[in-house]
């Protein structure tokens, strides 16, 4: 499902940038499709000066890379900190991006309080608690959210954690259900990796969300993150098209590759399926800088791998 967002407008007069930015701008109407190309960045990234103006340039969208995750917000119970997001929004909000909310509820980046929970009461409450006040803090400024992250393990099977330890598969039902009460007009995500062909864990959570949306559950997109393997990206478009079956919306939004190729097949899988988002702007900055994935190097250029991209639009 393809939709229209607001307005674009590009607060970017920096005349240094690369002239394919500007090919890239003329090429791809962000106006009204500014959804489908975004990066993850925080405060960190966002104060460095070439990385904010390759933000306003390229990129219509933003995910927080961390500063959303449970142990950024709420690392103390009913103790909030929202100080990294609060910048993250600011600045997307001042230059015109949509914003992307990750992650409400993920085994990892977890404080060891929520970990310690042994009661299945004591979790829903935490979890609703957690949910709703993140999304009523920013009711209207996101977009989409990843509700929930990573549960599963390769062989499609659910990872083993204190959510479905202490609550099975219902602590998705209890999460979701959270979101929505919080902002009825975001779109809610289950999100995960390693669905980068139809395997196990495509399918697992393919059963799951068919499930879970039967029931009522307000699941409304699937994301596959595509941390490729040099050359993996062939399984791409399969993968999709079965995600596609079980959710309205399907999002590859954490792309990391070193290779051209395997961007252009990515880009190309996703005409056919709504929205894209890269993992980081500049492989200075990213988690896995030693395999330089991204789509500028470190000196902040735009790669092969970038004007691939601009051909293929």
């Known amino acids: 499902m393809f939709e229209v967002y607001r307005r674009w407008h590009d607060d970017s007069d920096d005349d240094s940038l690369d002239q394919n930015h500007h090919r890239f701008q003329q090429r791809y109407d962000f106006r009204t499709y500014r959804q489908y190309f975004g990066t993850a960045a925080d405060q960190g990234t966002l104060s460095v000066s070439q990385v904010s103006n390759i933000v306003r340039a390229n990129f219509g969208q933003l995910t927080p890379e961390n500063s959303m995750k449970w142990d950024s917000t709420e690392g103390s119970q009913n103790s909030f900190s929202f100080s990294g997001a609060d910048y993250l929004v600011n600045f997307a909000q001042t230059n015109g991006k949509l ?19 042994g009661s299945a009461s ?9 949910a709703k ?10 977009f989409h959210y990843d509700v929930v992250n990573e549960m599963f393990n390769e062989d499609g099977t659910v990872r083993s954690s204190v959510f479905s330890n202490v609550l099975g598969t219902t602590f998705v039902d209890i999460a979701f259900k959270a979101a929505r009460d919080a902002d009825s007009a975001a779109k809610l995500y289950i999100n995960d990796y390693n669905l980068d062909s139809v395997n196990s864990k495509v399918n697992g959570l393919v059963n799951l969300v068919n499930s879970k949306r039967a029931d009522g559950v307000a699941i409304h997109g699937i994301g596959t993150q595509a941390h490729l393997n040099a050359g993996g990206a062939g399984g791409v478009q399969a993968a999709l098209q ?21 961007y252009l097949t990515v880009v ?17 900055d990213s988690w896995r800088s030693g395999q330089n994935p991204l789509l500028f190097d470190g000196n902040y250029n735009a790669k092969a791998a970038y004007n691939a991209i601009i051909n293929a639009l």
Do not use: M
Not at 99 to 117: E, M, Y
Not at 242 to 261: G, I, P, W
């Open 242 to 262: 079965k995600l596609a079956t079980a959710a309205d919306e399907v999002c590859v939004h954490e792309v990391s590759r070193a290779s051209s190729n395997d």
């Open 99 to 117: 914003v992307r909310g990750h992650t409400l509820v993920w085994h990892s980046q977890l404080p060891q309080w929520v970990k310690n929970i």
């Open 122 to 130: 004591t979790l829903t409450t935490v979890i609703q608690n957690h």
């Open 133 to 142: 006040t993140i999304v009523t803090r920013y009711k209207g400024k996101f």
């Open 268 to 284: 190309n899988a996703c005409l056919n399926t709504p929205n894209a988002l890269v993992w980081g702007v500049s492989d200075k």
